[in-house]
């Protein structure tokens, strides 16, 4: 292999010295050597090209076509996405409208097994659940403790809480 | 744009001409292969940013066109078959350079086609590795064999090169 790359110029030229000097004291290497240089050499004059310069000029009327057509492309799939967007985002708040304040019963059968038990009775107000984690009231609340640097009258521990990415800290009220 | 068209130009004039034998050289495509040297940087300019990212812009356009060149032998239409191959060098030539090309067209494609890319192109290893999409290994492993094949064919005895 390093024969061949000798012979190929591909050697780095420290290896190549070193290589040299292999060569020097082992004549049955060089010979090998110079035989797959022969070889080579031969290939590459009976592969031998005569390039020519190509007749036409480089085509930069059809180049600047294709460069308009990809711009267009680009801002047709830009433009396909935002408005995916939207109308995702349309439907959704669409949904989120019309379910607001309705029986959860109601909600549930339209698309649910009907041989499931209704976990609301059929026409019961569900309050908007202060249980819930990400709950508009937890937050507040929260937000509203941290700023008065109390908590809630009666509880004994806090969520400590700095950064979203962190996991929060409970911390006993002193 | 214009800057970019211009930086084109310049690419086509410094390896239009190497292109160009490569398509030449094949006989299938030889008859379309101004042609295909103009979809090669068509298709270079669709992909441009990896043009501009490439560590050899030279290898990555062979690379190109060798993929050009596929597709224009899957589309081929039989009738395509009869364009005719590149003209033989005028030249006399003596008979080993002769043996020499009949041995090349004997090896395996691959080998045949990583060795045309080194002797003719005078592409580097990794460049090679680039244009066929392989490890730098495998380049010196197909160049290993094919150039241990040929000396076999033109020296009629097995030599052992490690």
Not at chain 1, 1 to 20: I, S, T, W
Not at chain 1, 85 to 92: E, K, P, Y
């Amino acid at each position: 292999m390093l024969l061949l790359d000798q012979a190929m110029g591909e050697l780095r030229p420290e290896v190549a010295e070193l290589l040299e000097a292999h060569l020097t004291r082992t004549p049955k290497a060089a010979r090998q050597a110079a035989g797959l240089a022969a070889t080579i050499q031969l290939a590459r004059q009976a592969t031998a090209l005569t390039p020519e310069a190509p007749r036409r000029p480089l085509a930069v009327a059809r180049l600047r076509k294709v460069q308009t057509a990809m711009r267009w492309r680009t801002a047709a799939w830009e433009l396909t996405r935002m408005a995916a967007c939207a109308v995702l985002g349309l439907i959704l708040g669409w949904q989120g409208h019309i379910n607001r304040g309705r029986p959860v019963a109601a909600m549930a059968r339209p698309g649910g097994n009907p041989d499931l038990p209704a976990m609301v009775a059929e026409g019961e107000q569900v309050p908007e659940s202060r249980t819930d984690f990400w709950s508009l009231a937890n937050l507040g609340e929260a937000q509203r403790e941290r700023q008065s640097g109390s908590s809630r009258p009666g509880s004994r521990y806090r969520l400590h809480w700095d950064s979203p990415v962190k996991m929060p800290q409970v911390e006993e009220n002193l | 744009m214009n800057e970019g068209m211009e930086q084109l130009e310049q690419l086509y004039r410094e390896t239009g001409p190497a292109l160009l034998a490569f398509f030449r050289h094949q006989p299938a495509l030889a008859g379309a292969a101004e042609d295909l040297l103009q979809d090669t940087f068509v298709r270079a300019l669709q992909h441009r940013e990896r043009l501009d990212g490439a560590v050899s812009r030279r290898a990555y356009l062979f690379g190109i066109a060798r993929h050009v060149g596929l597709d224009a032998l899957r589309r081929r239409k039989p009738l395509d078959e009869l364009v005719e191959p590149p003209a033989a060098p005028a030249t006399r030539e003596d008979a080993r350079l002769e043996s020499m090309r009949a041995a090349i067209t004997e090896l395996p494609g691959p080998q045949r086609e990583t060795l045309m890319l080194k002797l003719q192109h005078e592409l580097s290893y990794e460049e090679i590795a680039e244009v066929l999409a392989i490890p730098v290994g495998t380049v010196r492993s197909r160049l290993h064999h094919a150039v241990l094949q040929l000396r076999q064919i033109m020296t009629g005895s097995n030599h052992d090169e490690n």
